[in-house]
């Protein structure tokens, strides 16, 4: 077993809780505020710039940007901030969105998405019935995510993609098994 695979095992032992995963916030404050002073910009070009006599890519140009940024600040205010593990729950953050809470025994299944976009999905219990919760693949430390969460609860699904990734599940029977040998 190479390193980086130790590094993964028992992570929430050696980490700890709480501990919080999260994009870099100076870069998506940054962009956010660059979105905004875009608009602001594209307005201003729309309501003091443009002529009668103004040629048509100068008419149509301050609108693309303004979409431009509004999609890009749309994307970053609604798009998962960071995550949070709790002794017993596991916490979705979002900027304009509310957080999601699950705790650890109600998750029931873990998939990476198929499409262009990757992402993965947790299915979980509520009182409700079943819900999904789906957030993108490329979020930093993932890896460590997937198998901290996996730790949590061994009962977890894992759809076919991931149960090549996580360590924990292939490590734990061997341990399990190593230790009754020695309990014998």
């Not at 990757?118 to 430390?141: C, H, M, V």
């Amino acid at each position: 077993m190479n390193s980086g695979t130790k590094d993964l095992i028992d992570i929430n032992k050696k980490k700890g809780f709480p501990r919080t995963y999260s994009f870099n916030q100076f870069v998506r404050w940054f962009v956010m505020l660059l979105s905004i002073a875009a608009i602001v910009y594209g307005m201003y070009i729309i309501m003091y710039m443009i002529g009668p006599d103004a040629s048509k890519f100068s008419r149509f140009a301050p609108f693309f940007i303004i979409f431009f940024a509004l999609n890009s600040l749309l994307k970053n205010m609604y798009s998962l901030n960071n995550i949070r593990f709790e002794s017993d729950k596991l916490i979705f953050c979002y900027i304009a969105k509310s957080n999601v809470a699950i705790n650890y025994k109600d998750i029931i299944k873990l998939k990476f998405g198929k499409g262009k976009s990757r992402s993965i999905t947790i299915n979980y219990k509520t009182d409700s019935g079943e819900k999904s919760l789906t957030f993108t693949a490329s979020f930093p430390n993932m890896l460590e995510i997937l198998n901290s969460i996996a730790e949590t609860n061994l009962n977890i699904e894992f759809g076919e993609i991931l149960k090549n990734i996580i360590v924990v599940n292939k490590i734990q029977p061997k341990q399990e098994t190593e230790q009754n040998n020695e309990n014998a």
